[in-house]
Structures are given as C-alpha cells and as structure tokens.
T-cell receptor, first 113, second 115 residues
Framework: DTEVTQTPKHLVMGMTNKKSLKCEQH?????MYWYKQKAKKPPELMFV???????INESVPSRFSPECPNSSLLNLHLHALQPEDSALYLC????????????FGPGTRLTVL | AQSVTQPDIHITVSEGASLELRCNYS??????LFWYVQSPGQGLQLLLK??????LVQGIKGFEAEFKRSQSSFNLRKPSVHWSDAAEYFC?????????????FGTGTQLKVEL
C-alpha cells in the first residue's frame, strides 16, 4: 500500500475561520511533509516532520500550524488566512533516508474568501 | 543550495511520437534525482528516480531517464507517447536535511498530446 490520503478534498473558508487539513499514511514512514502549490507552479515545501518532531519550517507564517500527533497522522491547522493562501496543499511521506521516495497525497484544494 | 531547471514550459507532441523532456540540475554532491507527473488537480506520482549505478533508469508507464553528470542533466524520454500522458511533469533533486528528503522541484513542463 503506497497511499497517502488527505481530507477534505476541497475547503472554502473565510479569513476569520479556523480549519484543519488532515493527512494519513500507513506505510510506516517516519517523515511527513506539507507542500503548498499555487496554480501553474511547482510544489513548495512548508514543513517536514521526522519521527513526529518538526525538523524543517520553511519560514511559513504562523497562521499555518502543523501538528503530528502520531507516526501516521499529519495535520495542518489554519487560522486567519489570507486570500493569497488559496492553493493546493499536498501532503507527502517517506522514510527518513535521503534516497527514499516521497509519496504524495491527492491534495486539498483550499479557497480563502 | 540545489536547483533544477526545466527549460521547456510547454511541449506538444502527436500521439505515437517520441518525447524528451529536459532537466538540468545544480547540486554540490551526488544528486538524488526524481521525475514526477501530475494530472490536473491531483497529487504527484513518481515516474522514476536515480541515486547511483546505471545511468539509464527505467520507470513506470514506459518512461526512462538518463543521468549525465558531465552535462548536469536528467532528461526524461518515452519512445511513443499516449494521449493519457498529457500532464505536468516535474523534475526534482533531493537532499537529506534535518530529517527527511528535501525535494527541490523544477518549474515543470506541461505536456500536450495531439491526437
């Protein structure tokens, strides 16, 4: 099983809302990632968790708050977002070794009104 | 810092024709190179990867790529394109940093297939 699942598929929220994105994998991977992808652009790394600890934060604004409650789950909590935060948010997982493949989920399409 | 260049933003080929997508990388050490494909509104699917060994790498869906260190290139090829290959293709270079493989993607090449 090489599947990474993400919920919801689509999310529309106002700038004052609080919402969460969820990502799950059951491949035994110990590294999990959040990427942001704007239309017609490549994915941009936001956060990396390694062994359930935040190892990389690519200077992401604090209105994005990641959480890794266990080795299979990764959440992204959203609060007070801006319209420019509208994008496809992709989750990925891998083993921790540098040579391992990152497996991507289908993404959550976020629209901020 | 690593970087990837995909010089072709758009490519159009006829179904059945051969395909080559270009990728050039910049990385100080031995690169870990990947090709991913993305259909509209979808996640990324790995086509193939190169870490070491044979410089000609076979992937899924009939794709292959050749690593050329002297040219810092990792071009993707397919001998006969199918209409279902129309998608966005991303080349990426990976580096282990702070735990996990940090991927740096190229800007992507949009492939259109004419029937």
């Amino acid at each position: 099983d090489t599947e990474v699942t993400q919920t919801p598929k689509h999310l529309v929220m106002g700038m004052t809302n609080k919402k969460s994105l969820k990502c799950e994998q059951h491949m035994g991977h110990r590294a999990m990632y959040w990427y942001k992808q704007k239309a017609k652009k490549p994915p941009e790394l936001m956060f990396v968790y390694s062994y359930e600890k935040l190892s990389i934060n690519e200077s992401v604004p604090s209105r994005f708050s990641p959480e890794c409650p266990n080795s299979s789950l990764l959440n992204l909590h959203l609060h007070a977002l801006q319209p420019e935060d509208s994008a496809l948010y992709l989750c990925a997982s891998s083993q921790v070794q540098s040579t391992d493949t990152q497996y991507f989920g289908p993404g959550t399409r976020l629209t901020v009104l | 810092a690593q970087s990837v260049t995909q010089p072709d933003i758009h490519i159009t080929v006829s179904e059945g024709a051969s395909l080559e997508l270009r990728c050039n990388y910049s990385y100080g050490a031995t690169p870990y190179l990947f090709w991913y494909v993305q259909s509209p509104g979808q996640g990324l699917q790995l086509l193939l990867k190169y870490f070491s060994g044979d410089t000609l790498v076979q992937g899924i869906k009939g794709f292959e790529a050749e690593f050329k260190r002297s040219q810092s290139s990792f071009n993707l090829r397919k001998p006969s394109v199918h209409w279902s290959d129309a998608a966005e293709y991303f080349c990426a270079v990976g580096a282990l940093t702070g735990g996990g493989n940090k991927l740096t993607f190229g800007t992507g090449t949009q492939l259109k297939v004419e029937l």
